[in-house]
């Protein structure tokens, strides 16, 4: 197999930026790399975005969802030319799961209580409905409290919002159910409870490593990303 384009796909209230030191790496060492943009209006409606982007490829593809986004690659690594899934800190939804289904089974982490909920008005292709951003002043605690603080500020202030709908839309296929999958367990997340992402990454029999890291794994370690990167990139091209 030639070598695979790398996707990366960010997740809730951030952007394709969040993974700038994992892309400018890959870049560095040659390897064929996009960093997608998540509109993170639905579930199913972001996944259909995301598989747009895969099929456009030509060639095979390995797809890396961080946080929501995990969720995204759940539905759109369905896609004939994906051929492995990599979590970060990620939702591995089950074919008919939701968000929250899935978290409601696990104690809440610091996340819920710190999100901040605003209507947003209908548009040509949507109704009214809510969009979800973290508090800025709880932002780097909850999110990622071993990153530079400079940089988590700025962060917190340009958040891309998720739409509450896209918490209760069910995953309409499992793509780990049919590709290799590898994840990577935060195991000082206080985003994502770590047994949430512990649970779904052992139903999806992916090969899990555990790394202490807060919920931004890409940026507070992005050198132990960029070389599980290139291992599963070996693995994929033997």
Request: some cysteine.
């Amino acid at each position: 197999m030639s070598s695979p384009t790398i996707v990366l796909v960010h997740g809730a209230f951030a952007d394709a930026s969040s993974y700038s030191p994992v892309t400018s790496a890959l870049l560095v060492k040659g390897l064929p790399v996009l960093a997608v943009a998540v509109p993170n209006r639905s579930l199913l409606g972001d996944a259909a975005s995301v598989r747009a982007v895969i099929e456009s490829i030509d060639g095979p593809v390995l797809l890396i969802g961080h946080s929501y986004g995990g969720a995204v690659i759940t539905v759109a690594g369905d896609a004939e030319n994906v051929v492995g899934l990599l979590y970060l800190a990620g939702y591995a939804l089950e074919e008919g799961e939701s968000l929250a289904q899935l978290q409601g089974g696990f104690p809440d982490s610091d996340l819920p209580a710190a999100l901040v909920q605003r209507p947003f008005p209908a548009t040509g292709d949507s109704s009214d409905g809510i969009d979800v951003t973290v508090d800025p002043d709880r932002f780097a605690a909850v999110v990622g409290a071993d990153v530079d603080p400079k940089l988590m500020a700025v962060l917190a202030v340009s958040q891309r919002p998720l739409a509450a709908v896209a918490f209760s839309e069910a995953a309409p296929v499992a793509a780990w159910r049919s590709r290799p999958t590898w994840a990577v367990v935060c195991t000082s997340d206080t985003a994502i409870n770590p047994d949430v992402q512990r649970f779904g990454y052992q139903r999806a029999g992916a090969t899990v490593i555990e790394i202490d890291s807060s919920h931004l794994v890409m940026l507070s370690r992005p050198d132990d990303v960029v070389d599980l990167i290139e291992s599963i990139v070996a693995v994929l091209t033997r």
